[in-house]
């Protein structure tokens, strides 16, 4: 999908050691364009569903994984060598109801997709969100 500067919602694909740093730290991090206004969570299987999102509190550019996982060892480790990336500060993720599943035929979010929040609280599928 071509970008369009409109959306500022960036969807991110989270296994659950991701999902509790997400909520534990209430930190983002990816390698993506500037200005997301907010953070939604595909959960990936089983759950294979975006179940929450965040409000982004903060954006910092460029900074390197040791600092963004700091206080998370494991993941330190999976992604010191991806380089370079925004941290985002975000606040308590907010549930989404009901949580926005992966039909069978859909493919999956991975690693990210911009969206509107009003998609996102429109969107009953993932090709909801996926549609200009």
């Known amino acids: 999908m071509a970008h369009n500067p409109d959306r500022d919602g960036l969807v991110v694909a989270t ?3 991701f999902w509790r ?9 990816k390698k993506a364009r500037a200005g997301a206004r907010y953070i939604a969570f595909y959960r990936l299987a089983p759950m294979s569903a975006i179940t929450h999102y965040a409000c982004v509190r903060t954006e910092t550019r460029n900074v390197h994984p040791d600092e963004i996982f700091r206080d998370c060892p494991s993941l330190r480790e999976r992604y ?4 370079r990336c925004a941290l ?13 599943e992966k039909a069978a035929a859909e493919r999956p979010i991975h690693p990210m997709e911009w969206t ?9 599928t993932l090709q909801d969100l996926r549609e200009e």
Not at 21 to 29: I, P
């Open 80 to 83: 010191k060598t991806r380089g």
């Open 116 to 124: 509107t929040l009003a998609q996102l609280h429109k969107a009953k």
């Open 88 to 100: 985002y500060e975000i606040s308590d993720p907010i549930p989404l109801s009901p949580p926005i």
């Open 15 to 17: 296994d659950e050691e």
């Open 21 to 29: 740093f997400h909520v534990e730290c209430r930190r983002a991090c």
